[in-house]
């Protein structure tokens, strides 16, 4: 089979070869190194064979040693396959158009079907792919990838709570979940008010339980603010028989002045780098691993820059080809030197541990008041202390244990 299969793609010719004792020509082409097989002798001066197309030329060789005759009988193999198509062009024409409109039409979204959310919301969704250029008909070279889908989705659609887009062949499936409010009142449990934090405290706002500080109190981490039990009292001693009514969810807000310190450091000389806007485009054709360009043959004369890369698939009918079209954007980089002041970096670093300061407290809390405790200036770095007064809530809700 293999044998046959390698001559079909070389290609081989029928001879027939006609003088007294034809099969001795076939031992001639043995001689002169030209295989021959299927031989059959006809009758007396004639006999049959069949030859490699590339050993024609030594054939010749042979024939003009011999006193016989040779007649081309048949030529088989892929090489005369291409010649005889060579000579229909139509029939070409017609399959390369046939080809061509099956390739455009598996690259068109035939099917989209989002899942998971109600009607409205469904609805909703379909109109904000139409304007990403989603749609049925639509060519899917021009639509984005799942992924980027998936995240202007969330972005724009601010109901959704998590959205799945995949692709498969010329369809689009989207499974979406929708964001719901679940109101459920939680039970809460018995127990008091502790401290949070060390401070000072300010104010109280108690909705439930018996308060056992007072303004101007000193607590620290762990005292108890306001207690679950309504009759107990800061002053009472250990030795008093407890006389405690049913507990209570302890609630309410206590207003402390907290004290926090940072340190911050800001160098005076900053390196940072920008893109400036200038770019450039390359295309090309990635074929299993061969990045192939088709066109911006140039070398990019950015010195310093960042490439973003975007991919588009083919598909034909069902199957994705192993050829995909890669687009390069290359922006320019620009390395920005920027040498601050003292009062410049300071003020940075001002900012930059007040940021750090409002991610440890909660939004309600106020900045009352901020020094700088130390201040120094040293390897070109400007290096703060800084001391903070924050107004803040520092009750902390702790379950009554068993042996309260």
Known sequence: MFFHRKNW???????????QYPEHFFDMCARYDIPSWD????????????????DLPKLRAVRRKSIYKIYFKDRMGLPFFLRQLVYQKPFLISIAIALSVIFLLSNVVWKIDVVGLDEELERKVKIQMEEYGLERGSLQWNVDSPGTLQQRLLADVPELLWIGVKKNGSAYHLEGVEKTTVEKKEEEAVGHLVAAKEGVIVD???????????????????????????????????????????????????????????????????????LNGISEKKHYVHMYNYLIPIW??????????????????????????????????????????????????????LEQARRELR???????????????????????????LYFTVLEDIAKKQPLSQGD
């Open 39 to 54: 031989i059959q002798k006809k009758d007396s001066t004639t006999s049959t064979g069949k030859i490699k197309l590339s």
């Open 296 to 349: 911006n043959f140039k070398k990019p004369e950015f010195k310093d820059y960042q490439m973003d890369v975007e991919q588009k698939e083919f598909y034909f009918l069902k199957w994705k080809l192993p050829i995909t079209y890669v687009e390069q954007t290359i922006y320019q980089k620009e390395v920005k030197k920027e040498q601050l002041t003292e009062k410049k970096a300071k003020e940075i670093a």
């Open 359 to 385: 991610s440890q407290i909660s939004q309600e809390a106020e900045i009352k008041e901020e020094k700088v405790l130390h201040e120094t200036v040293e390897n070109g770095k400007v290096k703060l202390t």
């Open 9 to 19: 793609l070389a290609g081989y010719i029928t001879i027939e070869i006609k003088g």
């Open 204 to 274: 109280l706002y108690v909705k439930k339980g018996q308060p056992l500080v007072q303004p101007n109190d000193v607590v620290y981490q762990g005292d108890t603010l306001v207690s679950a039990f309504l009759n107990e009292s800061e002053d009472e001693d250990e030795d008093d028989e407890p006389n405690k009514s049913n507990p209570v969810a302890a609630d309410g807000e206590v207003i402390a002045e907290v004290w926090y310190k940072s340190e911050v450091t800001v160098p005076l000389n900053n390196e940072y780098a920008v």
